[in-house]
């Protein structure tokens, strides 16, 4: 494997880290919200989350380009105040990464908040326990599933993106071409091999992720019962 494929991979990895680091900054009040309000905006607000499951990434990717290049709402204030714009940088990656994986931090949190018993959490507030120590001592310790399922879906779905990093980022060594971007790199070039190695690596990559969610969910139930 070459020094620019193991770059790739190191780029890849270091955005899925911080992709899933503030992914699940961002859903943990967004889930637990969804999962306890009545408001008329849920119904709204989950569809607009899981937009990335059925939209194409590309046309996610597309849209994101024109809000952070130099001539967009985002990219076009950065330019005006003298900074430079987010389009094909690594901060215009992690951007298009948290908005494409969303759903997939979202979606376990809020699920295991809405499994948790009220009645614990209101045998608490009984004994005068504050709403951040019933959530701190209560929700997140019977959440931790969710959590990790959420943390290692979150970061295995950022490993596997092309279509939004292509349209954000590009392809430039070192800065914005990941795994999958190299993968089409070196097909394009008739490298098979290359893109042989890479597909092998982020083949079992993905494969051993989902064995220990599988195993780690089949052991929470095995124990409940």
């Known amino acids: 494997m070459s020094a620019a494929d193991l770059q790739a991979i190191t780029l890849t990895l270091r955005l899925a880290f911080i992709s899933t680091l503030i992914l699940l900054a961002l859903s943990l009040p967004l889930a637990w919200w969804l999962s306890q309000t009545r408001s008329r905006l849920r119904v709204f607000c989950e569809a607009l ?34 900074l430079t714009h987010l389009a094909f940088s690594f901060t215009g990656l992690v951007i298009g990464s948290v ?3 969303l759903p997939f931090a979202v979606q376990p949190l809020q699920n295991a908040f809405a499994q948790i018993d009220r009645r614990l959490l209101d045998a608490s507030a009984c004994l005068r326990a504050k709403p951040l120590d019933r959530f701190v001592s209560i929700v ?34 070192g800065e914005t071409q990941v795994v999958s971007i190299a993968i089409y790199d070196h097909v394009e070039g008739l490298n098979y091999g290359a893109a042989n190695q890479l597909s092998l690596w982020l083949l079992g990559f993905s494969l051993v992720v989902l064995m220990l969610v599988y195993g780690f969910n089949r052991q929470g139930g095995m124990l409940r019962t």
């Open 99 to 101: 908005i494409y994986s």
């Open 140 to 173: 997140l310790p019977l959440s931790k599933r969710g959590f990790l399922t959420a943390a290692v879906l979150s970061f295995a779905h950022t490993i596997g993106e092309f279509g939004v990093v292509l349209m954000i980022g590009g392809n430039i060594p």
């Open 49 to 82: 989350i899981a937009l990335p499951l059925v939209l194409p990434p590309t046309v996610l990717g597309f849209y994101l380009l024109l809000a952070l290049g130099p001539n967009g709402p985002i990219g076009g204030t950065l330019e005006r105040l003298g």
